[in-house]
C-alpha cells in the first residue's frame, strides 16, 4: 500500500515500512448504538470495528486515536457498551495501544470511568475537562510522538477562557476554550525538546464540509474555530465531522470521517488515516478507504419505474431512500419499494407532487409534511381517481374530530 509524503512522493511498501518505527492510525465518530432510521447497525459497526482490529494487525499500527463521538448518545444502550468493549480487546489484541477523547454526543465521565485503570491495559481515555491537557508521550521503535488530546468542551460548562490581552473577559465560545487548552497543551510540550506533536480535539473547524447526521454545537455554526488554533503540532487529529477530509492545503489537520455512512448525505467513501512519524517529523500519512457496512443512495422517480428498471439492481444492498415523482399517491409504497430494495428506509414525495389536496399541490408534499385530514382525503383520491367533494371533506373533518376527541377522553381516564 503507497504512502503519500509532504512533497508529493509516493513510495511502496518496502521504500517506507522500516522507516516508520511509529504507525499511529486515526479514527473517529464511531457513534455506537446509532440507528439508520430504524434500523439496527449493529452488525454493521461490528464488523467494521473487526475490520478495523485486522488493519492494525495487518498493518503493524501502533497507536489507534479515536477522535471523539465514540458512543451516539451520553447513556449509551448496554449492547453498544458490550460493542465498545469488543473492539478495544481486538485492537489491543492486534497489537495497538488505544487513545479515546469523549466527543459531543458522549458523556466525559461515563466514557472516563476507570480510566486509569484502563490505562494499564494499553487504553488511555482523555476525558478530563476540568484541567488543561497534559502532553503524555508514546515511543515505539525509538521514535516518540507527544500525544495532546483535548476531550470535547462544552463551551456552557467547561472552566471559563482567560481573560483577553486588555483583561476584559472573553466570550464562553468553543474557539475560546479550545484555544485555551490548547496553548496549555503546546506550552507543556516545550519541555520535550522537540518531539513531534499529535493534537487530538473534537471540534468543526470553519470552512469544512459537514453532513446531515452531525449535531451542531451551536446553531448558525456560532462554534465553530479557525485553524489556527491548532498551530504548532505535527498533525492534528480531528472529530465530528463525518466526511473524510484535509483542512488547508498541507493535510496536517484532517478529520478521518465517521466509521460508517449515518445519513443519506454520506454518499461518500468511509476511511481512517494512516500516520507515520519518524526521525522526528511526520514522514508520510494515507488515506485508507474501510471496505465494510453498507452504502446510502436517493432514489428519484416514478414507483412503477423504480421497481422495474433494472440498471437500479446496483442498489439492492443500499440504504435507499426514494423520492417519488408520480402525480397521485401511491398505495403502500413503502412495502412494494421493500419487496425489491430490502433496505428501502425512507419514502417521500418530491416537492409539488402527489397533487391532491385541494386541487393543488402543497408547498412541502412530503408524508411528514400533511395533516392527518390530508392524507385521508388524499387516499380517497386515490381509491376514486377523482378529488374529494365538498361533502367528503366534512365527513372526513368530522370524523377527525370524533377520533381526537375521543383519544382526549380516553387519555382523561
Known amino acids: 500500500m503507497p504512502r503519500?509524503?509532504?512533497?508529493?512522493?509516493?513510495?511502496?511498501?518496502?521504500?517506507?515500512?522500516?522507516?516508520?518505527?511509529?504507525?499511529?492510525?486515526?479514527?473517529?465518530?464511531?457513534?455506537?448504538?446509532?440507528?439508520?432510521?430504524r434500523e439496527s447497525l449493529e452488525a454493521d459497526q461490528r464488523a467494521a470495528l473487526e475490520w478495523l482490529a485486522g488493519l492494525v494487525e495487518a498493518e503493524g499500527v501502533d497507536l489507534v486515536?479515536?477522535?471523539?463521538?465514540?458512543?451516539?448518545?451520553?447513556?449509551?444502550?448496554?449492547?453498544?457498551?458490550?460493542?465498545?468493549?469488543?473492539?478495544?480487546?481486538?485492537?489491543?489484541?492486534?497489537?495497538?495501544?488505544?487513545?479515546?477523547?469523549?466527543?459531543?454526543?458522549?458523556?466525559?465521565?461515563?466514557?472516563?470511568?476507570?480510566?486509569?485503570?484502563?490505562?494499564?491495559?494499553?487504553?488511555?481515555?482523555?476525558?478530563?475537562v476540568s484541567r488543561p491537557p497534559e502532553p503524555w508521550v508514546f515511543e515505539a521503535g525509538g521514535d516518540r510522538v507527544a500525544i495532546v488530546a483535548v476531550p470535547f468542551l462544552d463551551p456552557l460548562t467547561a472552566p471559563p477562557p482567560a481573560p483577553g490581552p486588555d483583561g476584559a473577559p472573553r466570550p464562553r465560545t468553543h474557539q475560546a476554550v479550545l484555544a485555551?487548552?490548547?496553548?496549555?497543551?503546546?506550552?507543556?510540550?516545550?519541555p520535550l525538546g522537540g518531539v513531534p506533536s499529535l493534537a487530538v480535539a473534537h471540534a468543526f473547524v470553519a470552512g469544512s464540509a459537514t453532513s446531515d447526521s452531525e449535531k451542531l454545537l451551536a446553531v448558525g455554526g456560532a462554534d465553530a474555530v479557525d485553524a489556527s488554533v491548532f498551530d504548532g503540532f505535527d498533525y492534528v487529529a480531528l472529530g465530528h465531522l463525518h466526511r473524510p477530509q484535509a483542512v488547508g492545503e498541507t493535510g496536517r489537520i484532517a478529520y478521518s470521517g465517521s466509521l460508517l455512512p449515518y445519513s443519506f448525505s454520506e454518499d461518500h467513501t468511509k476511511s481512517v488515516r494512516l500516520i507515520d512519524v519518524a526521525g522526528g517529523a511526520v514522514a508520510g500519512v494515507d488515506e485508507v478507504p474501510i471496505p465494510v457496512g453498507r452504502p446510502v443512495v436517493t432514489l428519484e422517480g416514478r414507483l412503477g419505474e423504480l421497481l422495474e428498471d433494472p440498471h437500479l439492481d446496483v442498489y439492492l444492498d443500499h440504504w435507499v431512500a426514494v423520492r417519488l415523482t408520480d402525480d397521485t399517491v401511491q398505495v403502500q409504497p413503502m412495502e412494494r419499494l421493500r419487496s425489491r430494495f430490502p433496505y428501502a428506509v425512507s419514502v417521500r414525495y418530491a416537492p409539488g407532487r402527489a397533487n391532491l389536496v385541494g386541487g393543488r399541490a402543497p408547498e412541502d408534499a412530503s408524508l411528514e409534511a400533511r395533516s392527518p385530514e390530508e392524507m385521508v382525503l388524499a387516499f380517497l383520491a386515490e381509491l376514486r381517481e377523482q378529488p374529494p367533494s365538498d361533502v367528503d371533506r366534512a365527513l372526513v373533518a368530522e370524523a377527525m374530530a370524533g377520533a381526537l376527541a375521543a383519544a382526549g377522553e380516553g387519555a382523561a381516564q
Open 180 to 190: 485555551d487548552a490548547l496553548a496549555a497543551g503546546r506550552s507543556a510540550l516545550e
Open 4 to 37: 503519500t509524503f509532504p512533497g508529493g512522493y509516493a513510495g511502496g511498501v518496502a521504500a517506507v515500512w522500516h522507516a516508520a518505527p511509529v504507525r499511529i492510525l486515526h479514527t473517529s465518530d464511531w457513534h455506537l448504538g446509532r440507528r439508520f432510521e
Open 65 to 128: 486515536v479515536a477522535a471523539g463521538d465514540i458512543y451516539d448518545r451520553a447513556l449509551p444502550a448496554e449492547e453498544a457498551v458490550t460493542l465498545l468493549d469488543d473492539a478495544l480487546d481486538a485492537l489491543r489484541a492486534a497489537g495497538a495501544t488505544v487513545v479515546l477523547i469523549p466527543g459531543n454526543h458522549d458523556s466525559a465521565r461515563r466514557l472516563g470511568f476507570g480510566a486509569r485503570r484502563q490505562a494499564l491495559g494499553g487504553v488511555r481515555v482523555f476525558a478530563d
